[in-house]
């Protein structure tokens, strides 16, 4: 009888559950960038729907990726937002240091390091 019981009771959960998986694989996406920022580790790409991509600048090459404001650009990213825990009180601002602070849609990190050499 124990057994009948837990039984429908485990049913009855997990039909009333809905199951959200967060991924950190990476991913292709498609943004035009509109500006960027950046500091001695970090650019920060801008796209045209505030979303950014931070890029994290690697020192072992001089060899980078052109990349011109106003033009469109696949990236190869790790949702970044998806994997932060939203709460009441997380807005969603990057802070790239003690004076910039920026205002983001979806916040993503680009897979790899690389340079980046802005248009």
Do not use: W
């Not at 559950?17 to 650019?43: A, L, Q």
């Not at 033009?71 to 009441?88: A, E």
């Amino acid at each position: 009888m124990k057994n009948i019981v837990f039984l429908f009771f485990s049913i009855i959960c997990s039909c009333q559950t809905s199951n959200v998986i967060v991924s950190s694989k990476p991913i292709h996406i498609k943004r035009k960038i509109t500006s960027f920022k950046e500091n001695e580790e970090v650019r920060i790409l801008i796209a045209d729907n505030n979303d950014i991509i931070e890029v994290f600048k690697e020192n072992s090459t001089k060899k980078c990726k052109k990349i011109e404001i106003g033009k469109t650009r696949s990236f190869k990213i790790i949702p970044v937002s998806d994997l932060i825990q939203q709460g009441i009180n997380s807005p969603n601002e990057y802070i790239l240091n003690d004076s910039t602070i920026i205002k983001y849609n979806y916040y993503y990190s680009a897979e790899k390091k690389q340079n980046i050499c802005i248009k």
